[in-house]
């Protein structure tokens, strides 16, 4: 699940998360910021003492191709560790798209991007969840960071519009060529219903079963349907 700053990914697996469990799917959840969970990435614990905020400053700081290979490092170890997860429904929480497409427009060599896209573990399914920089601004409700507006340090909201706008072309191209589910929706939970729809049949069972439909499911079926990573 992928898409621009303030697309509500966060909410939106969240609200998977309910609906796959009362489908008696078990649900995974995978991203990169749990780098910060020295039980899950234990080789990241080098960055112990540092805050999420304080990170995602010092990254927009950072110069390419040194940025880049910085957040592939952190998109490859949350992909490789979606792959190896073991449930019927593994979420990896982000992709490479938002930070590949900021990091070409930022002047990063297009062949390291490339590269490192092609050296990540693959997935199932990708979602895009599509979002206009307005909306996306107003549900942000100003708490944005610099490498959201651009590498703006002073965050004003003209250049997370302007920056938004040009990261959101590339995705939709991408999106477009490669042909990835997209979700566009004005609210959360007609978001969430998209999204559900789009992927009950991968995972063999219906969006909103009726009781006979519900009741003729084989026990043991959601241990037999396919890992939606």
């Excluded at 930022?106 to 693959?122: K, N």
Aim: charged share 25%; glycine share 8%; net charge negative.
């Amino acid at each position: 699940m992928d898409g621009p700053d303030g697309a509500g990914k966060s909410t939106q697996v969240k609200r998977l998360q309910s609906w796959a469990e009362s489908q008696g799917l078990s649900f995974r959840v995978v991203g990169k910021w749990q780098v910060f969970a020295e039980a899950e990435v234990p080789q990241a614990r080098f960055l112990r003492g540092t805050t999420l905020d304080e990170l995602r400053v010092c990254i927009a700081e950072m110069p390419n191709p040194a940025r880049m290979l910085f957040l592939g490092w952190l998109n490859t170890l949350a992909a490789e560790r979606a792959r190896a997860a073991e449930a019927d429904l593994v979420v990896l929480d982000g992709y490479w798209v938002k930070h590949a497409a900021t990091e070409l427009l930022a002047g990063c060599p297009e062949e390291l991007v490339d590269a490192i896209v092609h050296a990540m573990a693959p997935v199932d399914t990708v979602v895009f969840f599509d979002v206009t920089p307005e909306e996306a601004l107003r549900r942000k409700k100003g708490d944005i960071t610099p490498y959201e507006c651009g590498r703006d340090p002073e965050c004003r909201p003209e250049s997370f519009l302007a920056h938004q706008a040009a990261t959101r072309d590339v995705m939709l191209g991408w999106a477009d060529r490669r042909g990835w589910d997209v979700v566009r929706a004005n609210t959360a939970e007609a978001a969430a219903q998209q999204l559900r729809k789009l992927l009950a049949p991968k995972l063999g069972v219906v969006v909103n079963p009726r009781p006979s439909e519900a009741g003729a499911r084989p026990a043991g079926a959601a241990a037999d349907a396919p890992a939606g990573h």
